[in-house]
């Protein structure tokens, strides 16, 4: 079974200077776009230089991707790629358990 491209991409080294809007605009050739968002640091809520664009379809991020990865964009070479899935981390209780009953037993002294 082929893998599929997703519709997601994660742009990174952008210009301290761009905004949601202006990555929009800079994606919007290529296709209809669903979110274009900058990630922002939570204390100061300036841009923290990369961000995500995601296309309603896979065609359109993968035109997307091909024709401004390694581009100049104010200033800045930026680097575009397929946004990787992460999975929420999940604890095993039980192996924590494990772990701290084996820690414990370590360093019980006589």
Excluded at 3 to 26: A, C, H, N
Excluded at 31 to 46: C, F, M, P, V, Y
Excluded at 62 to 71: E, H, I, R, V
Aim: charged fraction near 25%.
């Amino acid at each position: 079974m082929a893998k599929r491209f997703t519709t997601q991409l994660f742009v990174s080294r952008l210009s301290g200077y761009t905004t949601d809007q202006s990555l929009r605009q800079l994606f919007s050739p290529f296709g209809q776009i669903k979110e274009a968002r900058l990630i922002k640091d939570s204390q100061t809520q300036r841009p923290k230089g990369f961000g995500f664009v995601t296309f309603e379809s896979e065609d359109d991020a993968q035109k997307a991707m091909k024709a401004l990865d390694g581009k100049i964009v104010d200033g800045r070479l930026i680097f575009v790629e397929a946004a990787k899935d992460v999975e929420a981390p999940t604890t095993n209780m039980n192996s924590v358990t494990k772990l701290d009953e084996n820690t414990h037993s370590h360093y019980k002294t006589s």
